[in-house]
């Protein structure tokens, strides 16, 4: 069963998040839902099954940056794909979360077509061999 | 900033999130105050440091929130906080549409966490209010620090 990281302090964004995967293909995953960093850490820990992550940037305690900078670090998640979907999003936003390894971003509002068309190009970066975790 | 430039950001900005968000169609409506019922209000509060705007303040109506929420998130018979979470989400969208639209070349864009409440806002002669309609009957009241 796919697993995907759903980071998010709103319940409102989580459940759109989780609804908006489930029409892209993911009816069947098991959804991991966390409402910042520190408790999305807690919860993948010594997970290596985790497949998604879908993340807002804006969040208390630990914000999406320093989370997607400790994913990367950790051997469980360090290849994970990972989403952004997140209300800060601007061209300078964009490049840096690039150099962080995110594989796409998102502006909030999300809806069900931007998430697929997002996917489909984590899936062509895939097939050319930029990136290899989504099974 | 001029005022008439934040507004015409605040058209685009509303209708990119409501059609976005809430499937629904917002038009800037006549004048209205605050209702004479406090507690069939709620309010969603966030800030926009970057650019520096201030406080951005959706108000609407208690029942218009809970249609709200379950166009947003699918949930049905949500309760109180589900509503708030949702509308606060919505403020989060929409503030981070509008940021865009006031600074399109801006290096970052930073907002604080949305806060909610039940009630009028307070400190409601302070704001500059525009007004919106959802779907010709609903209003969501747009406030801005003067």
């Known amino acids: 069963m796919t697993t995907i990281l759903v980071v998010d302090d709103s319940r409102s964004a989580r459940m759109i998040f989780v609804r908006c995967l489930k029409i892209a293909g993911y009816a069947e995953a098991e959804f991991l839902e966390a409402a910042d960093g520190r408790e999305a850490i807690e919860r993948v820990r010594d997970r290596g099954d985790l497949e998604l992550a879908m993340i807002d940037l804006n969040m208390p305690t630990m914000d999406g940056l320093a989370l997607i900078t400790a994913l990367r670090s950790m051997k469980a998640t360090k290849g994970l794909a990972i989403i952004v979907a997140s209300s800060l999003i601007n061209d300078a936003t964009r490049r840096r979360l690039e150099e962080v390894g995110v594989d796409a971003v998102i502006e909030k509002p999300i809806g069900p077509a931007a998430l697929v068309a997002a996917l489909e190009r984590m899936g062509r970066r895939r097939e050319s061999g930029g990136w290899s975790s989504m099974g | ?146």
């Open chain 2, 1 to 146: 900033m001029a005022g008439l430039r934040w507004v015409d950001a605040l058209d685009s900005a509303m209708s990119e999130t409501f059609e976005g968000m809430a499937f629904a169609e917002v038009a800037r409506g006549v004048a209205a105050t605050a209702s004479a019922e406090p507690d069939a209000q709620v309010w969603a509060c966030v800030d926009v440091v970057e650019p520096p705007f201030g406080p951005l303040v959706v108000v609407v109506g208690r029942a218009f929130a809970a249609r709200l929420e379950e166009t947003i998130t699918g949930a049905e018979h949500g309760d109180e906080g589900g509503r708030l979470d949702a509308l606060g989400e919505l403020a989060n969208a929409l503030a981070g549409r509008l940021a865009r639209r006031i600074d399109p070349r801006g290096e970052r864009i930073v907002l604080g966490l949305p806060k909610v409440g039940v009630g009028a806002w307070s400190g409601e002669d302070a704001l500059d209010w525009v007004v919106y309609v959802a779907d010709d009957r609903d209003p969501i009241r747009i406030g801005r620090r003067r």
